[in-house]
């Protein structure tokens, strides 16, 4: 044996580590399996990647790439006979055939036969243990691995060693194209997921936000179906006082993380949540942040959490002092962190709550500027808003979006969802009903003038301070103004938010005709969208949404 094979030999085999081996044919003597590899042994294996560097921070910073971002037009399931009867089919699912994915699947262990290096992540998503499933990600970048061992739950030693099977398999090969001639295929890039064979296969694609997603689709068909638990595409905290819950929905771009990592209350997760008969409970191990304009000022749990163990992805830094400079888009604007949730000094170890949400904020942000910063919702009009899931579509989040565009995503959530929205939208209703939450809708984007006018967004000052009311008791306590067509209930006052800023309708710069102009063109985008849902939506529902 040459000393070059020598090097890359494995002498202790896990029974783990020739599973995989037998299922991908590989030689016991040329390449090496790393299961839940340390973060210093992940950094030095990913130094030897492409453009991949150690930040001033102490954090790996790796590039995913010409995919920064999601691919959702690449997104398949394979139609079979044990679930093709749940699966919204649609723009969002794309079935494929079972014969394609078998195509497919083995084009990936193909790939992965011809590593010197392979990572196992063997890991759970969920934390509550009655619901958590046992996720196993196979793959050939270090980056990958400290990705998802970052995103999952961590194991204890114990778990490990005894965690056996799994209950759905990733097999990463992102760095080898499809073959878009292949039955069902568009294009060099698939993220496919096969209910049945309980296994997802990554090809075209290092965009490490894919596995990610691809396990939260997976919680969105697996625990409403089997175990009668609503997913939730949402953040989460709790007050350290009164352990009482608020929920966060909506899109990458809204202030999901950012508003749910707040220093005076417990920050449950930030983005993937499961509502049960018990309370909530968080999928992920860790936080995926974006990182574009972050500074200690505004954000500094994130901005602090940004160390030795995170993984900057995508980002431009100086090539002597390594000091990121979260200005720089020249890469993309979904510039992004993944880092563990213990790197949050307010995290709620374990992540979940034995309360039910006392409060469920709905967050958009409104291009358009016409929406108010706050208003309360109805039960009826969090039905339709959570159905309509609104906002505008952030630059950098998915690939060729360059600025703000309207966009409607059904329980904030749409790309993610395998079943059909309104499943979703009724198990919420039954438990806002059964806990008596209120709801909230806050606009984190443009207010008084729209961003093709030069306007500015809501300061982050001004949304925290909403979020304080929120929490304190006293906005419930205040007195509404409601806004014409929108029918939104707008207060009066907020302590430490200008009285200006809350009534867009007042208030706009470019004038009362203009904005009535742009208020009727959203107001139609929201009842153009809703006709695909309001065959199966009540009268009340229907009635909560703008009237043209």
């Given at each position: ?138 793959c050939a970048r270090a980056y990958h691995a400290l ?67 691809g396990i939260f689709t997976v919680m969105f068909y ?327």
């Amino acid at each position: 044996m040459s000393p070059s094979k020598m090097n890359r030999s494995v002498t202790d085999v896990s029974e783990v580590e020739q599973k995989i081996r037998d299922e991908l044919s590989l030689s016991n003597e040329v390449i090496t399996i790393r299961r839940n590899a340390p973060a210093a042994i992940l950094y030095e294996d990913a130094l030897n990647e492409k453009k991949t560097t150690i930040a001033s921070s102490g954090a790996l910073i790796a590039y995913s790439g010409d995919k920064t971002g999601r691919s959702p037009k690449d997104k398949r399931i394979i139609e079979e006979e044990t679930s093709k009867d749940n699966i919204w089919w649609g723009p969002v699912n794309k079935p494929l055939p079972e014969k394609t994915w078998s195509i497919n699947r083995e084009r990936a262990a193909d790939y992965l036969r011809t590593r010197t290096h392979l990572y196992i992540v063997d890991a759970f998503a969920g934390w509550d243990p009655r619901y958590r499933i046992k996720v196993r990600v196979v793959c050939a970048r270090a980056y990958h691995a400290l990705f998802m061992t970052n995103m999952l739950i961590r194991p204890t030693d114990e778990e490990l060693a005894h965690f056996g099977e799994p209950d759905f398999t990733v097999w990463n090969a992102g760095q080898f194209p499809a073959n878009y001639h292949t039955q069902g295929m568009s294009s060099k890039t698939t993220v496919e997921i096969n209910f049945k064979a309980m296994e997802m296969i990554i090809l075209g694609t290092e965009y490490a936000g894919e596995m990610k997603k691809g396990i939260f689709t997976v919680m969105f068909y697996l625990m409403p179906v089997h175990h009668n638990v609503l997913t939730l595409h949402s953040s989460a905290n709790q007050g350290i006082q009164k352990n009482d819950v608020t929920l966060f929905f909506g899109l990458s771009g809204t202030g999901k993380t950012t508003l749910s990592a707040d220093p005076h209350r417990k920050l449950i997760g930030d983005d993937e949540h499961c509502w049960s008969d018990h309370g909530v409970f968080n999928i992920e191990g860790g936080c995926y942040a974006k990182c574009i304009g972050l500074t200690a000022e505004k954000e500094p749990e994130i901005y602090n959490a940004i160390k030795f163990g995170s993984i900057l992805e995508n980002v431009v830094y100086d090539p002597k002092t390594r000091d990121v400079d979260y200005e720089d888009s020249s890469i993309t604007e979904n510039t992004r962190c993944a880092y563990p949730i213990e790197h949050i000094p307010s995290a709620k170890i374990p992540c979940l709550a034995d309360s039910h949400p006392q409060n469920l904020v709905l967050l958009t942000c409104d291009a358009s500027g016409v929406l108010p910063p706050i208003s309360k919702l109805t039960p009826e009009q969090v039905m339709y808003h959570f159905i309509s899931g609104y906002t505008s579509k952030m630059a950098g989040t998915e690939q060729g979006v360059t600025e703000p565009e309207a966009t409607f995503s059904s329980c904030f959530g749409q790309p993610f969802l395998a079943l059909h929205p309104i499943r979703y939208a009724t198990m919420l209703a039954k438990k806002m009903s059964e806990h008596r939450a209120n709801a909230w809708l806050i606009n984190t984007g443009w207010t008084g003038s729209s961003y093709v006018a030069g306007g500015k967004r809501c300061p982050l000052k001004y949304t925290r301070a909403i979020l304080d009311a929120i929490h304190d008791g006293s906005l419930a306590k205040e007195s509404y103004e409601t806004l014409p067509t929108f029918n939104l209930h707008i207060p009066t006052k907020v302590n430490g938010v200008p009285k200006e800023l809350l009534n867009p309708s007042k208030n706009w710069v470019e004038g009362e005709a203009k904005y009535n102009t742009a208020v009727n063109n959203l107001a139609k985008l929201f009842v153009e969208n809703f006709k695909i849902y309001q065959d199966r939506a009540t009268p009340e529902v229907l009635a909560a949404g703008p009237q043209v």
